[in-house]
């Protein structure tokens, strides 16, 4: 069975860690990898969302922090602070530094990021085929209004720096218009048996794997099902910042209205399934007016085993929808 994930950092690659548990060999599954979170510092190319999968699916993570290196030291961080180099506010380990060093030796050298990531993937064997969303550089940045001024910023510096404290008015993906999808990227989702949007961020995370040139047409010409689980539960975000970045763009910060946003294939979306928590089956009729397939199943990824699950009930909507059409 072939599966595609298109997936960000944390919420993805928790979602993909139990989807390995549960299918074991039986399965080939693909990531596509957002890469909008990207950002260029001290001359490295930093890829937070492509690292984080790589770690947590490779078994380098640190289980706490949920990015970054388990282990981690931050000498380098401190010699650049003392030297008063700017910015202070994004945390690069010693560890973490090294694997920046050799993606930006390799881009340099004229590999792309997806030679860079195979590359990476060969010391840390995620146990996925893991692509980037596309190699052109993509990089979101915030809209924000501060004292009546608006201005755009870095994603990260909106995430990070400001702990996304203030509502996002709006997010642009600087560079999408030219970005083509990665090779292999358009394939693993034609050839896929079942395309799965994880509990990442729909707006900056999938988002942008959507935005690329032909991938979401992708979605809609594939002769897979395709199923969503929603990253909100209750009216919250699972991991508390989202809320902001989807309220400033007007968005409800409901498992329904991030279903209606990706809508359903027949309707000209993305979506035929979509998995809402327990506590919001009151919202299943209105993922159903939305013309999708919906089900309510206990979605927080409190550990392995109900991780798995949840992995289990998504391949189970999707084998219910597949035998349909
Ligand atoms: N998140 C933080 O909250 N603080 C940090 O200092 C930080 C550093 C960092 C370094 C490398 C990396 O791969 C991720 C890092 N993250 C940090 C997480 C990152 O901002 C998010 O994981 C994603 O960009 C959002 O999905």
Not at 179 to 197: C, F, H, K, M, Y
Not at 295 to 301: E, F, I, N, T, W
């Amino acid at each position: 069975m072939r599966i595609t994930v298109l997936s960000g950092g944390i919420g993805g690659a928790t979602f993909v860690r139990g989807l390995l548990d549960e299918v074991g060999d039986d399965a080939d599954v693909t990531v596509v990898g957002n890469t909008a979170d990207d950002i260029w510092l001290f001359g490295l190319k930093v890829c937070p969302d492509l690292d984080t999968l790589m770690y947590t699916l490779g078994g380098g993570i640190d289980a706490e922090r949920r990015w970054g290196r388990a282990d981690e030291t931050w000498s380098v961080k401190e010699e650049l602070a003392a030297y008063g180099a700017q910015p202070t506010w994004f945390g690069l380990g010693d560890r973490d530094v090294a694997t920046h060093l050799v993606r930006t030796q390799m881009l340099q050298a004229g590999y792309s990021l997806t030679d860079v990531t195979r590359a990476l993937c060969v010391r840390w064997d995620p146990g996925v085929t893991l692509l980037p969303m596309t190699d052109h550089r993509v990089e979101t940045h915030v809209v924000v209004e501060d004292g009546g001024r608006r201005s755009a910023v870095h994603f990260q510096e909106y995430w990070v720096r400001m702990r996304a404290s203030v509502p996002a008015h709006d997010v642009v993906m600087i560079g999408i218009d030219d970005a083509e999808p990665a090779p292999g990227v358009l394939e693993a989702i034609a050839e896929a048996d079942v395309v799965v949007l994880p509990p990442s961020n729909p707006v900056v995370s999938i988002g942008p794997v959507l935005a690329v040139r032909g991938i979401a047409d992708a979605l809609r010409a594939t002769a897979a099902p395709v199923v969503g689980v929603s990253p909100i539960i209750g009216g919250g975000a699972v991991r508390g910042m989202a809320d902001q970045l989807l309220t400033g763009l007007g968005l409800e910060v409901s498992a329904s209205a991030v279903a209606t946003r990706y809508g359903a294939r027949a309707r000209g979306g993305v979506l035929d399934g979509w998995l809402v928590d327990t506590s919001d089956a009151s919202q299943l009729p209105v993922v159903a007016e939305a013309g999708l397939e919906g089900r309510a199943v206990p979605l927080y990824m409190s550990d392995p085993a109900t991780t798995r699950t949840l992995a289990a009930d998504t391949l189970a909507l999707a084998r219910e929808i597949g035998t349909r059409s």
